[in-house]
């Protein structure tokens, strides 16, 4: 039978519409997936040296895996971890954006290490667009393209990391000790009678924010708006949606929330900041004010005050990308360091006492310094960044074919994904780096896991046991720094994660030396715990209301 008489057939005539629906959506997307599953394994078993990394399977040419990552990119990734993990890297494409997953301990090392050919530039530029509202002038410069880029280059790299480390850090940090002790202390909290807090999560939320937020941008703009730490939340918790491009329709209460910030923050800006000369930025001049914020801040915005380019939409929407990066990941560390403390009574006993050594109760102040430098809170650390925070670190290609190893050639164009939790949570990896850290399971919160013990701890000697005192050692992330990724890595490694800590260890120091606080349903907590491996990346929330207790002490600790 030849085509022009199968097409001549009455047949074929009357149901040719069904004939082409049918190889539209059931032939042509089986035959494509038969097809790229055979070209998937191929390319993952094969031994050949420098070639593509393999693509995972899809079913419609052209569109990819869009449909999987318009359901939520989090939940996508990490059910192609769970699927395809043990043939990674592999490739997730979207009309023509790729993602190469990565999983290896070397490659991620190496990725860091390639800052010219690796670059951010890419992704920041997409997160002021789509994210913070940055004007087209503002994402020109981003690019590198205008007058000015070095200058905001130098406000990008090197400003947070000269205030949020070394002699810079600890006044700031100062700043947000008092000021959430104020906060606490106007809450009234009895001496005699307990109080109970409904949602841990929340309160934080609202006490931690407000006390971060006072000490970057001072304690003014909170007074003009009132409304700023709720605006702030209901923009955060949707960052995820504003990256996907999802339009205004379909969340209106974030979109309006991101207004409102950018407005009052460009009415604050235009009173606090006018011009480009008024930061008080010399030596001399105090490290914070109640209307200008912190030094840090305004010798940030007087950096873009004197580009031409940058009106004050783009600095509202700058100063809103260091309020998202100073929140976002720091109060919810901090929650689960508080819990995951208040969970384990010898812990809070032991940190009661070391922390205790260094609050002064002549001149009734802490020494964060000395507190955050402590083992074991720099151990605690490192522990709830790798187990109760899930971020991610995206580099693209600037270069043809980069050389990951002797197998694998990334494209240009292609970008690189860095999943934090699904490294921190790989045993045989932690096991081979350092087989003292697995000593307890990493899903589980081991508050000493980066402590080299100075003798053999009783978890060594009976790992199920639980023990009866803290182990004391010395801090190390010797052999898993790469493992630990929770806060990138490279050239755009974290400058923010001193004040992290600091902010971690405040909080608890002010709740442990000043205050009893214990959590009311103590066996209720392992319930709400999330579970560890759904999300690839995202905020690690607890799945329901976690009660505490708290009341005043009758004197300091
Ligand atoms: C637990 C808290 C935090 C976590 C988990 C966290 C995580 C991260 C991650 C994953 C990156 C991307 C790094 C990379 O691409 O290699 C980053 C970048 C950044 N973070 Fe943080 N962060 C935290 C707290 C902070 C704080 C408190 C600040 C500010 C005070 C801050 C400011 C920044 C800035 C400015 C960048 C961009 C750095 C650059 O591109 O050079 N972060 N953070």
Redesign the pocket.
């Known amino acids: 039978m030849s085509l022009s008489s199968v097409l001549e057939d009455p047949f074929y005539q009357q149901y040719r519409i069904l004939i082409f629906l049918w190889i539209a959506v059931v032939a042509v997307p089986f035959l494509t997936y038969q097809l790229t599953s055979f070209l998937f394994y191929r390319t993952a078993r094969s031994n050949v040296s420098l070639k593509t990394p393999p693509t995972i399977p899809y079913w419609v040419p052209g569109i990819f895996h869009g449909v999987g990552l318009a359901f939520g990119p989090p939940a996508y990734f990490g059910k192609l971890i769970k699927e395809y993990g043990s043939f990674s890297p592999f490739v997730v494409k979207v009309g023509p954006l790729s993602f190469l997953v990565l999983r290896d301990a070397n490659h991620v090392k190496k990725i ?1 290490q390639s800052p010219k050919q690796m670059t ?1 530039r890419d992704f ?1 530029v997409q997160i002021f667009d789509k994210v913070m509202g940055s004007p087209k002038e503002a994402l020109l410069l981003y690019g590198g393209i205008g007058e000015g880029s070095d200058e905001v280059e130098h406000a ?2 090197t400003l ?1 990391r000269q205030y ?1 480390s070394g002699s810079q850090l600890t006044p700031m940090a100062d700043v947000y000790i008092s000021t959430f002790r104020r906060n606490l202390s106007n809450k009234m909290f009895q001496t005699k009678t307990w109080t109970e807090i409904e949602d841990l999560w929340s309160f934080f939320q609202n006490e931690i924010t407000r006390a971060t937020i006072e000490t ?1 941008f001072g304690s003014a703009i909170l007074k003009q708006y009132p409304r700023l730490v709720r605006d702030f939340w209901e923009f955060d918790s949707n960052i995820e949606n504003f990256t996907r491009g999802l339009p205004r329709f379909m969340m209106p209460a974030a979109y309006t929330a991101r207004d409102r910030l950018h407005e009052n923050l460009k009415n604050w800006l235009q009173s606090a900041h006018e011009g480009s000369d008024l930061a008080e930025v010399g030596d001399e001049d105090p490290v914070w004010d109640a209307d200008m914020g912190s030094k840090f801040f305004q010798t940030r915005d007087t950096v873009f005050a004197k580009i031409p380019s940058l009106d004050y939409q783009a600095r509202a929407a700058e100063a809103l990308a ?1 309020m998202q ?2 929140n976002s ?2 109060m919810p ?1 901090t929650f689960w360091y508080i819990i995951e403390t208040l969970r384990n009574p010898t812990l809070v006993k032991h940190l009661t006492k070391e922390i205790g050594r260094h609050c002064d109760p002549a001149s009734d102040s802490f020494d964060i310094a000395a507190i955050t430098a402590l083992p074991i809170i720099q151990s605690m650390h490192a522990e709830i ?1 790798r187990l109760r ?1 899930a ?4 580099r693209t290609n600037e270069v043809h074919n980069f050389k990951l190893d002797e197998k694998w050639l990334i494209p240009k164009g292609m970008s690189v994904m860095i999943f ?1 939790h699904d490294l921190a949570l790989n045993t045989e990896l932690w096991a081979n780096a350092r087989p003292q850290t697995v000593v307890r399971p990493l899903e589980e919160f081991w508050a000493e896991r980066f402590l080299v013990p100075d003798k053999p701890t009783n978890q060594e000697r009976n790992p199920t046991t639980v023990p009866e005192k803290v182990g004391t050692g010395r801090f190390s992330m010797e052999g898993v720094s790469a493992l630990h990724t ?12 001193y ?2 800590r600091a ?1 971690q260890a405040a909080t608890l120091a002010v709740l442990l030396c000043e205050y009893e606080i214990e959590l009311s349903d103590p066996d209720d907590v392992e319930y709400v715990l999330p579970s560890v491996r759904e999300l690839a990346y995202g905020t690690v929330k607890p799945r329901d209301k976690i009660r505490v207790r708290i009341r005043k002490r009758e004197s300091k600790i």
């Not at 971020?391 to 995206?394: E, K, Y």
């Open positions: 860091f951010a920041h990008h790299l947070p949020f970057i260091i990066g100073s990941n720091t560390s960044g925070m971020t991610g670190a995206i934090s929770t806060f990138g890595g490279g050239q755009h490694l974290c400058p923010g994660r004040f992290a902010v």
